[in-house]
């Protein structure tokens, strides 16, 4: 680890290894693309509206029919599903939500702003006060019109950019192909999170399940390798040969500080990537190290601690995952939250801490007994970010889980 530190806050250090990643830039059609990122614009198929339709329940309308005391013929139905008929001089046409538009209505009164009688109908005074020419219609085309731009490129889909592009006939959208990303964790110590019974120098591999988890909720990216690897230079050398060279990210996890066994430094150096940082003024997570390949791989080296691995993951490789599978914003955008108590010591650190939120909205720090607590963790329902020799409750950005 290199003292001084090479970034003096963590969103230097992620930016400094953003910039030497490659995105990815395969792309496939995609059936499920909730969470995935469009690689071809959405160009809108036809008008949006296709025509010009009604937005309310009620009457199409000539302006010079809307008087106060005239009772006026209703001569047709428009309703959603078929093409409308033809509007008599002197008549209104009954219209639904959706339905077409008429041709000769100008506007459209909503059905309780009248009096309806047997086949005719009376304005009440809320029609005759705000009943203007284009009243309740919605226009051809004035969401979109055919041929123009819908959705960008690197648009993450969500519930909402689903809808638009099935109103577009779009249901297979072009998408960037899924990061590759495999995780090595590190330790002779540790054992498979199933181990029923085990020995007291023995823990189970809570990093390889919190890593996992993480992916799993990320659509774009998709684990290739999960791998636990001795503690010895050469089975690491192997390991970290082969998932570089089956994915996009390899995230490591243990193994980065100080310790005789700590391999992870040197074998990355070896691969010859570059160690854009190894050691970063944060706690949890002071050994953490981040490299790119020369080809604009990454590899993260998460500090074994639990806590600080968890935190971390969450912290750089989440953001850094977005950017390399091809999303412009990709940088975190935590909320602002007050803490409900003012963090204990102030150090020179940038520090997360545990929180909790509670049902009015402040943020509860879970008292932790360091970064190998696992049960603060699991109790927690995301981090604050509180800055260097900072003893005062914020706002500061809450990173949830
Ligand atoms: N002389 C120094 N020693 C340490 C420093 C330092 O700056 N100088 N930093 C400390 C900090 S902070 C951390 S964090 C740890 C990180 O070290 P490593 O990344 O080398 O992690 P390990 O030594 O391999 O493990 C630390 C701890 O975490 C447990 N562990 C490891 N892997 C897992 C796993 N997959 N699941 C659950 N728990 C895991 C491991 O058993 C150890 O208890 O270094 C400090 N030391
Ligand atoms: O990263 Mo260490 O977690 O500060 O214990």
């Given at each position: 680890m290199k003292q001084?530190?090479?970034?003096?806050?963590?969103?230097?250090?992620?930016?400094?290894?953003?910039?030497?990643?490659?995105?990815?830039?395969?792309?496939?059609?995609?059936?499920?693309?909730?969470?995935?990122?469009?690689?071809?614009?959405?160009?809108?198929?036809?008008?949006?509206?296709?025509?010009?339709?009604?937005?309310?329940?009620?009457?199409?309308?000539?302006?010079?029919?809307?008087?106060?005391?005239?009772?006026?013929?209703?001569?047709?139905?428009?309703?959603?599903?078929?093409?409308?008929?033809?509007?008599?001089?002197?008549?209104?046409?009954?219209?639904?939500?959706?339905?077409?538009?008429?041709?000769?209505?100008?506007?459209?009164?909503?059905?309780?702003?009248?009096?309806?009688?047997?086949?005719?109908?009376?304005?009440?005074?809320?029609?005759?006060?705000?009943?203007?020419?284009?009243?309740?219609?919605?226009?051809?085309?004035?969401?979109?019109?055919?041929?123009?731009?819908?959705?960008?490129?690197?648009?993450?889909?969500?519930?909402?950019?689903?809808?638009?592009?099935?109103?577009?006939?779009?249901?297979?959208?072009?998408?960037?192909?899924?990061?590759?990303?495999?995780?090595l964790t590190t330790g002779d110590e540790v054992?498979?999170?199933?181990?029923?019974?085990?020995?007291?120098w023995q823990l189970?591999?809570?990093n390889?399940?919190?890593?996992?988890?993480?992916?799993?909720?990320?659509?774009?990216?998709?684990?290739?390798?999960?791998?636990h690897v001795k503690d010895d230079r050469d089975s690491l050398q192997q390991s970290l040969?082969?998932?570089?060279?089956?994915?996009?990210?390899?995230?490591l996890t243990g193994g980065v500080s100080m310790g005789d066994y700590d391999y992870v430094p040197d074998t990355i150096e070896h691969?010859?990537?570059?160690i854009?940082?190894h050691g970063?003024?944060?706690?949890?997570?002071k050994p953490i190290l981040?490299?790119?390949?020369?080809?604009?791989?990454?590899?993260?080296g998460l500090p074994g601690n639990?806590?600080s691995a968890?935190?971390?993951?969450?912290?750089?490789?989440?953001?850094?995952?977005?950017?390399?599978?091809?999303?412009?914003?990709?940088?975190?955008?935590?909320?602002?939250?007050?803490?409900?108590?003012?963090?204990?010591?102030?150090?020179?650190?940038?520090?997360?801490?545990?929180?909790?939120?509670?049902?009015?909205?402040?943020?509860?720090?879970?008292?932790?007994?360091?970064s190998g607590?696992?049960?603060?963790?699991?109790?927690?329902?995301?981090?604050?970010?509180?800055?260097?020799?900072?003893?005062?409750?914020?706002?500061?950005?809450?990173?949830?889980?």
């Amino acid at each position: 680890m290199k003292q001084p530190f090479q970034y003096s806050d963590p969103d230097a250090a992620i930016a400094a290894l953003a910039e030497r990643l490659s995105v990815v830039g395969e792309t496939e059609p995609v059936n499920e693309p909730v969470g995935r990122i469009i690689a071809e614009p959405i160009v809108a198929d036809r008008d949006s509206p296709a025509a010009d339709v009604s937005a309310m329940d009620g009457y199409a309308v000539r302006m010079s029919d809307v008087q106060s005391d005239s009772v006026v013929p209703v001569s047709g139905i428009s309703q959603a599903g078929a093409a409308p008929p033809a509007m008599e001089d002197g008549h209104v046409v009954r219209i639904f939500t959706g339905a077409i538009i008429p041709d000769g209505c100008q506007a459209v009164v909503k059905r309780e702003d009248t009096e309806e009688l047997e086949a005719s109908i009376r304005f009440l005074p809320a029609a005759i006060e705000s009943t203007v020419p284009g009243s309740h219609i919605r226009r051809r085309g004035e969401n979109a019109p055919v041929g123009s731009n819908v959705l960008d490129v690197g648009t993450e889909v969500t519930p909402a950019v689903v809808a638009a592009l099935a109103n577009f006939g779009c249901t297979t959208p072009l998408c960037y192909r899924r990061v590759k990303v495999a995780v090595l964790t590190t330790g002779d110590e540790v054992v498979d999170p199933a181990t029923p019974a085990l020995e007291p120098w023995q823990l189970r591999n809570s990093n390889r399940s919190a890593v996992q988890a993480m992916l799993c909720q990320y659509p774009s990216a998709i684990l290739e390798i999960v791998e636990h690897v001795k503690d010895d230079r050469d089975s690491l050398q192997q390991s970290l040969d082969a998932a570089i060279a089956a994915c996009d990210v390899v995230v490591l996890t243990g193994g980065v500080s100080m310790g005789d066994y700590d391999y992870v430094p040197d074998t990355i150096e070896h691969l010859g990537a570059e160690i854009v940082f190894h050691g970063l003024p944060i706690r949890p997570g002071k050994p953490i190290l981040g490299a790119a390949t020369k080809d604009g791989k990454l590899v993260l080296g998460l500090p074994g601690n639990p806590v600080s691995a968890t935190i971390n993951c969450h912290r750089f490789l989440m953001p850094l995952l977005r950017r390399i599978a091809g999303k412009p914003s990709w940088a975190d955008k935590p909320s602002m939250v007050t803490l409900a108590e003012t963090p204990q010591k102030a150090i020179p650190l940038h520090t997360m801490l545990l929180v909790r939120m509670t049902d009015i909205g402040a943020a509860e720090l879970v008292a932790a007994k360091g970064s190998g607590d696992l049960v603060a963790l699991g109790r927690s329902d995301g981090y604050v970010a509180v800055p260097p020799m900072t003893t005062t409750t914020g706002p500061w950005p809450m990173f949830r889980w």
